[in-house]
């Protein structure tokens, strides 16, 4: 049945659909399919994967027939009476603060479905209650720099989602820098952000290891049907290793010291979970850890300068004045 003529189709998410096809059948005690069509305007086709998904996810929803031979769609008797979640002022506050804490998500179908969570939570609040959390939202303002937009991996991104609720074994197009495109049987496991980035994380079979995947390199995702398990003691921290950010190489004692006019920056932090600190008389402090990934190690410490210096280990000396000898020679 055509969508009914005048009443344009509603852009939204299917996470925000399902839940106005819900608050129908909750409010109209059950609603045929043409009905369903008319209010949301959709096809036959959608209200029907609708109803299907509402039915998986463990609501109550049953079929009767009508005296005009219609079907029905309603929910047990009783379902309503389940009291809905409520959130005090406070927990709100929170949820709006984290939401601004993932504008890394932009272009991805998980902002689809953080608008959908949010216009539903507005949606149930009385009208004069929706100005007080506009303002609720505005009270935590993050800030971001050089941040990515992954419209273009949306659909990857989709892809790798279903995989990811399904373990499923997903097959990768990625196109690593430098290197010819590779195709990968992967069993994904996490996704991880790290530096502004979104990751994949998972057992890679042809490399018969644990491997992450940057997605913006992925050209093409694709589920297969193949289950997978997870170990019962996998961690994500298993796919990084002992690496200072993503990289896992060798690791390396590191020793550092900081001047004593940004020392007070080194103590208010953890800068790695096995990490040292001594201070020194002259109000420097020394930072010692252990960890992998020198590329990354030395990124971190040339944004100190010019208050620090590498103690240890000589090679890391070594890259780190390489480094400042190659920065000098540019700008000569």
């Not at 994904?188 to 502004?196: R, S, V």
């Not at 490399?207 to 992450?212: E, K, M, S, T």
Request: include cysteine; hydrophobic fraction near 40%.
């Amino acid at each position: 049945m055509p969508v009914k003529s005048g009443k344009p189709a509603k852009k939204y998410s299917q996470a925000a659909r399902l839940h106005d096809v819900i608050r129908l059948l909750e409010a109209r005690y059950g609603m045929t399919v043409n009905e369903l069509v008319q209010e949301c305007g959709v096809t036959r086709r959608t209200i029907y994967r609708d109803l299907d998904a509402i039915r998986q996810a463990g609501y109550p929803l049953h079929t009767e027939a009508t005296a005009d031979g219609q079907v029905l769609y309603r929910f047990l008797t009783g379902f309503k009476r389940i009291p809905p979640i409520t959130f005090s002022i406070e927990e709100l506050m929170t949820l709006y603060f984290c939401r601004g804490q993932l504008d890394f998500l932009q272009g991805t179908p998980f902002q689809q479905d953080l608008d959908a969570v949010f216009s539903r939570i507005r949606s149930s609040l009385p009208p004069r209650s929706v100005a007080h959390l506009e303002r609720i939202a505005s009270a935590a303002a993050p800030r971001f720099r050089g941040l990515r937009n992954y419209a273009d991996q949306a659909e990857v991104l989709s892809v790798l989602r279903q995989a990811l609720l399904r373990q499923r074994r997903c097959r990768l197009h990625y196109a690593p820098p430098r290197r010819e495109p590779e195709v990968y049987q992967v069993d994904p496991y996490t996704l991880l952000f790290y530096q502004d980035s979104l990751y994949l994380g998972g057992y890679a079979h042809n490399r018969q290891a644990l491997r992450l995947f940057l997605v913006d390199r992925i050209r093409q995702a694709e589920v297969t049907g193949e289950r997978f398990t997870i170990a019962d003691d996998f961690t994500p921290e298993q796919l990084t290793g002992q690496a200072f950010g993503l990289i896992d190489d060798r690791p390396m004692a590191v020793r550092l010291r900081f001047a004593a006019d940004i020392a007070y920056l080194i103590r208010e932090r953890t800068w790695h979970p096995g990490q040292t600190l001594s201070d020194n008389p002259d109000g420097s402090v020394e930072l010692a850890f252990t960890a992998a990934g020198q590329r990354e190690i030395l990124s971190w410490v040339y944004s100190f300068l010019p208050h620090v210096q590498v103690l240890a280990p000589a090679e890391l000396r070594q890259a780190f004045r390489q480094g400042l000898e190659q920065g000098l020679a540019a700008v000569r």
